[in-house]
């Protein structure tokens, strides 16, 4: 029995998900400290994560090794990095809390959702839609991060692209815009 639980946790799938779920912290972590380039890092990090949200199902699907276990990893380890990283984001101001908590209520929602058809035995899938919103989701966190990099002087501090990002981020967030004399010059 023991050996039987050891060989399902370790499989490839199952590893992606644990992964996922301990990177999370360590994101979370470079985003809470500024130090130049922690935000340029956070991002990578996240984007590693992210990255292991779309291997997991493929490779279980592909070698034949979708189990309950597998699925409740895969949602579980979702649910852990995006409400993780957005914490920490509302943390240092770069999400407010009311677009978090819409977002993280909508995740809570649709898994009680899903909770209630498994305990009837329906399984209700991801269908395009939902993928579309979670690479949606995890596309605008990546961005934000790289926000931060700019914020806490990292080596994207300096490059256009990052400037407009973080100069339209207070705009963005609802605050009114900087008075002329406040503006960086161009």
Do not use: C, H
């Not at 409400?83 to 819409?102: H, N, Y």
């Not at 993280?104 to 898994?111: D, H, K, N, P």
């Amino acid at each position: 029995m023991r050996s039987a639980r050891a060989a399902r946790i370790t499989t490839l799938p199952n590893l992606l998900g644990l992964a996922r779920i301990a990177l999370t912290p360590v994101v979370m972590a470079l985003i809470l400290l500024p130090i130049p380039g922690g935000g340029l890092l956070a991002g990578v990090v996240f984007a590693v994560a992210a990255i292991t949200d779309f291997l997991d199902g493929r490779i279980a699907r592909a070698r034949d090794e979708v189990t309950s276990l597998g699925v409740f990893m895969d949602l579980t380890a979702d649910k852990v990095l995006v409400a993780g990283v957005m914490i920490a984001m509302v943390e240092v101001g770069l999400l407010p809390t009311w677009i978090a908590a819409t977002i993280l209520g909508r995740e809570l929602v649709i898994g009680g959702i899903r909770q209630l058809a498994a305990s009837e035995s329906v399984v209700i899938a991801a269908r395009a839609l939902g993928k579309a919103k979670t690479a949606a989701t995890l596309l605008g966190v990546f961005v934000l991060l790289l926000t931060r990099d700019a914020q806490t002087a990292g080596p994207l501090a300096g490059s256009s692209g990052i400037d407009y990002l973080r100069g339209s981020l207070p705009m963005l967030m609802g605050s009114p815009p900087p008075r002329p004399e406040e503006r960086p010059p161009t």
